[in-house]
């Protein structure tokens, strides 16, 4: 009778055991799919959402092969047992959070996501089933505080899940980051200063184009001193047909941007709708590659021009912007009676000293 009861303890056991391992299992391969953005319909809503600032699918790719692991050596290190039921509690936790979320804030549930809190739930009932089956016979056995106290601390893991959940979920603003990043991308000169120079121009202002040879004698002491970005504003609206084009060598072809603008700025002259075999046979002479940007790296160069626009609030080309990012000064140069390459040095001079005696 003794040997009948081990054995059906010993198969519920195993059972158990490979409920939870097919159940992580599943919840990796979710969390990939997840990744992969391989969702239906709203699941793309999940994608703003970060946890401690690493996205769901991420988090779970993280998360599952670690449990898989411990779960696999708990078979061989029993002490590991318990890490697996506390690191379950805390994740079903953590889902209860994320639930709440595609429920009240997104509004709309993601298959792929209800699958993945399904897995863990599946796991931790799996996980809880010993406990509930010894539990009268516990009470029998005069152990009656000690099961509390278990149950109690998985609770307290739980809660430990959805609190870290709580605080750890954020919402992220896709646009803005697209901007910050391409921001890093079209920056010439220091990388480390705090000074930054707006040169900003319109491809069919004729004033713009009197000052762009005066302006590129200093841009290597510019580009020592500060961050250099090349802003473009339409105040013509047929300027916004070069804008592609300029992007796409700010990007691309940085070391011979400068020819690169002076040949788009001949262009300007020839057709105010160029196209891209205009752009390609106008360079070609020089050697330089053209390759074109993403719809979504056009957007977001674009924006980050606008953002430039309305922030130091400009209404006039050329003007050149020089603003320390630590103290938030700003010395502003509007058109050629202003903008001298004396000017613009001594500007970045005062901010860089201005920064220096702050820091002090």
């Known amino acids: 009778m003794h040997t009948q009861l081990t054995?059906?303890?010993?198969?519920?056991?195993?059972?158990?055991?490979?409920?939870?391992?097919?159940?992580?299992?599943?919840?990796?391969?979710?969390?990939?799919?997840?990744?992969?953005?391989?969702?239906?319909?709203?699941?793309?809503?999940?994608?703003?959402?970060?946890?401690?600032?690493?996205?769901?699918?991420?988090?779970?790719?993280?998360?599952?092969?670690?449990?898989?692991?411990?779960?696999?050596?708990?078979?061989?290190?029993?002490?590991?047992?318990?890490?697996?039921?506390?690191?379950?509690?805390?994740?079903?936790?953590?889902?209860?959070?994320?639930?709440?979320?595609?429920?009240?804030?997104?509004?709309?549930?993601?298959?792929?996501?209800?699958?993945?809190?399904?897995?863990?739930?599946?796991?931790?009932?799996?996980r809880a089933l010993p406990y509930f089956k010894t539990f009268y016979s516990a009470i029998q056995q005069g152990e009656f505080m000690t099961k509390i106290k278990q149950g109690l601390l998985s609770l307290s893991f739980i809660i430990l899940g959805f609190l870290m959940a709580f605080v750890g979920i954020s919402k992220v603003d896709a646009a803005e980051d697209a901007i910050a990043d391409m921001k890093n991308r079209l920056m010439f000169g220091s990388k480390t200063s705090p000074v930054e120079v707006y040169f900003v121009t319109d491809w069919f202002c004729p004033s713009c184009k009197k000052i762009e040879t005066q302006i590129e004698k200093i841009l290597p002491d510019i580009q020592n001193q500060a961050a250099l970005f090349f802003v473009d504003y339409p105040i013509h609206n047929k300027s916004m047909n070069y804008t592609p084009y300029n992007l796409a060598f700010l990007v691309n072809a940085k070391s011979n941007y400068l020819k690169a603008r002076e040949v788009l700025s001949q262009l300007t002259e020839k057709t105010e709708t160029p196209h891209d075999n205009d752009v390609v046979k106008a360079v070609k002479a020089y050697h330089i590659p053209f390759k074109e940007l993403s719809f979504l790296d056009v957007k977001a160069g674009m924006e980050f021009f606008d953002k430039v626009v309305k922030k130091y609030d400009l209404s006039a080309t050329p003007t050149i912007i020089v603003t320390n990012t630590k103290t938030n000064q700003v010395i502003k140069f509007e058109g050629t009676d202003e903008i001298s390459d004396q000017n613009v040095l001594n500007a970045i001079q005062t901010l860089s000293q201005s920064h220096e005696e702050t820091s002090k």
């Open 7 to 126: 054995s059906t303890s010993n198969s519920f056991s195993q059972r158990n055991f490979w409920i939870v391992s097919l159940s992580l299992i599943s919840g990796l391969i979710l969390s990939i799919l997840s990744w992969l953005e391989l969702c239906v319909e709203h699941c793309s809503a999940n994608q703003e959402y970060r946890l401690f600032g690493m996205p769901f699918a991420l988090a779970g790719m993280a998360f599952f092969p670690v449990m898989l692991a411990i779960h696999f050596f708990s078979k061989k290190f029993p002490s590991l047992s318990k890490l697996t039921s506390w690191s379950l509690a805390a994740a079903f936790g953590a889902e209860i959070m994320f639930i709440l979320i595609q429920k009240y804030e997104i509004r709309h549930w993601c298959p792929v996501c209800l699958g993945i809190a399904l897995t863990v739930t599946i796991a931790c009932i799996a």
